[in-house]
């Protein structure tokens, strides 16, 4: 992607100014620039984004206790800052340049829907991106990206109109003429298609990605199946996340602009079908990055799909008994309230619980001293 | 004569620096062999620490289950008192806890008053995340006492881990009853 950038910037400058070194200065800076903006801002801008919320320890202790034990599994130095996305659609993403400075989000329809396994294969896989340092990565290279569209978007325009408009530099001699043309065609086919071919390359990036940190949560957790199942849930639900846009998409854990039966092989997604991430997961032997390029290349014939480097030989036994078992876990009714009780909380209502069952939610503007139980008549103190 | 003065000068820099660069990266993992391992001592202390409240808790409810209380608060008591013994010593006590717990939380499952309790509920689910942490961070432990003992004994780190006096690290293996046989449990 750097190399389509350097010949963008070259035709260019050899076109504008008949000078290929101005054309490069100009596309460097551009995404020099733009780099710096996306390095340090990129997290905040994407959180404030997805309007995502933070929230503390008391305010939904599972979900915090689930970070902590990734956190711990992943050797991570920081506790990462946990925010919630109060959308009924099923996601989550991570965020942060780098491991000491890293956040997770997830939606609320997501912490809804989980247990506490599949919650924590959803941790787990964000968790890893930041181990993985992935969202430097794919900032990085969607930044990359912008400026090739950029550079490509303003390059060919103001080449097809400065053309038609009788242009001033191939009457200037005949024989420079002819070569103008040459470098004007040329040029215009590679704006044309440089664009394209970046997003290729950065999907396919961002898809390697993925499988990496499905393999590194299988890992963590040592249970694929916790994933496995959180995917499935994912992979049945369609609903859009309504905060999402094209250019966060590769940091959500699943693809938030998807649509139902993609093909498997699509060469123009940021994310693996989530069948065949769920196959690969489900046909681990063990839990290491070697049993998942097994699993891999199972699935999906031909070479596995982990970095050679990071494949140690052998496998790592997974867990086979969950210790605490199902036992006083709550059931999705239970996640629905908690999880409601956090959102209200969260936009700063008062919670009051009558005796007679009903939950008085008083907004932060009452200003009243004591509030009517509307269905029983009893007051209480606000 | 001055080339060959110049060429020894070179590769003993070259080597210097190999030394420096291997030393370092050994130091690096075994302050994070520590490192770990006093992760493993918070999340123990933090069990330390619970296991009252929620016995506390429980005995209202649960009036038939007094030996399966006692013995969850003799294996702590046992357990803390082990906790400067060495590592095998420790974990084995440490397992003997895990394995009495995960048996007072399945009997948790006959008292239906005791699963309503809120505050039983926010410590039941305290020691269960704790316990999973316990695990996470002896993995992690093990996970990085292993990439330390290779580095320790596989050529050329070994050399200058022999020299400088690095010696391999001890693994913390729990064998837990429930880990090897799933527990039984009855929803009748």
């Not at chain 1, 100014?17 to 801002?41: E, K, P, R, T």
């Not at chain 1, 999907?203 to 990496?212: D, M, N, P, T």
């Not at chain 1, 690969?280 to 031909?302: C, E, P, T, W």
């Not at chain 2, 429980?58 to 294996?75: P, Q």
Request: hydrophobic share 45%; net charge positive.
């Amino acid at each position: 992607m750097g190399a389509l950038l350097i010949l963008i910037g070259y035709f260019l400058g050899l076109y504008f100014f008949d000078s290929a070194i101005v054309g490069l200065v100009i596309a460097i800076l551009v995404w020099a620039v733009l780099s710096l903006i996306g390095y340090f801002q990129s997290d905040s801008i994407l959180l404030r984004m997805s309007r995502a919320k933070k929230i503390k320890r008391d305010d939904h202790p599972r979900l915090y206790n689930v970070v902590e034990e990734m956190k711990i599994a992943s050797g991570l130095e920081k506790m990462p800052d946990i925010y919630i996305i109060d959308d009924p659609a099923l996601n989550a993403f991570a965020t942060g340049r780098d491991p000491k400075r890293a956040s997770v989000a997830i939606t609320s329809g997501l912490l809804q829907k989980l247990n506490r396994d599949e919650l924590q294969g959803v941790i787990a896989h964000e968790i890893s991106h930041v181990k993985n340092r992935d969202v430097l990565l794919m900032s990085m290279c969607s930044i990359l990206l912008g400026t090739i569209v950029i550079l490509a978007w303003y390059g060919s325009r103001i080449m097809i109109f400065g053309s038609m408009t009788g242009s001033r530099r191939s009457s200037s001699s005949g024989g420079g003429g002819q070569a103008q043309i040459i470098i004007l065609v040329v040029s215009l086919v590679f704006m044309i298609l440089a664009p394209i071919m970046a997003q290729l390359i950065y999907f396919a990036i961002s898809r390697k990605r993925e499988y990496l940190a499905d393999a590194s949560a299988a890992l963590y957790t040592r249970y694929p199946e916790g994933l496995a199942s959180a995917l499935k849930k994912l992979g049945t639900s369609t609903g859009q996340l309504k905060s999402a846009n094209k250019a966060t998409a590769p940091m959500y854990i699943v693809n938030p602009f998807r649509k139902k039966g993609m093909k498997a092989s699509d060469l123009s997604s940021t994310h693996p079908p989530i069948s065949e991430r769920i196959r690969i997961l489900r046909a681990m032997a063990g839990a290491s990055f070697n049993d998942y390029d097994q699993a891999y290349s199972k699935v999906h014939g031909g070479k596995g799909v982990m970095p050679a480097a990071s494949i140690a030989a052998g496998t790592v036994p997974l867990a086979t008994v969950k210790l605490e078992g199902g036992a006083g876990e709550p059931n999705e009714i239970q996640r629905a309230r908690e999880t409601s009780d956090v959102m209200w909380r969260l936009s700063n209502y008062n919670t009051i619980t009558c005796d007679c069952g009903a939950k008085l939610r008083v907004p932060p503007k009452f200003k009243e001293p004591v509030i009517k139980c509307p269905h029983c008549g009893r007051t209480h103190q606000v | 004569m001055n080339v060959a003065v110049y060429i020894i000068i070179g590769v003993v820099v070259v080597l210097l620096i190999i030394f420096l660069a291997i030393y370092n990266g050994l130091v690096r993992r075994r302050n994070q062999v520590k490192n770990s391992w006093a992760q493993i001592d918070v999340q123990l202390k933090r069990r330390y620490d619970l296991i009252p409240n929620l016995v506390e808790t429980a005995k209202g409810y649960m009036k038939h289950e007094r030996e399966t209380l006692e013995a969850v608060t003799n294996a702590r008591n046992l357990a803390q008192q082990l906790s400067s013994a060495g590592a095998g010593e420790r974990a084995k006590a440490e397992g003997e806890l895990s394995s009495v717990l995960s048996r007072l939380l399945a009997v948790v499952e006959n008292y239906p008053d005791l699963k309503a309790n809120q505050n039983f509920l926010a410590l039941q689910e305290e020691l269960a995340s704790t316990e999973n942490k316990i695990s996470f961070s002896r993995q992690f432990y093990n996970d990085s006492v292993l990439k330390y003992n290779n580095q320790t004994q596989m050529f050329p780190s070994n050399i200058v881990a022999s020299m400088t006096g690095f010696k391999a690290s001890e693994f913390f293996e729990v064998t837990l009853a429930a880990e090897r046989e799933a527990p039984k449990v009855s929803f009748t």
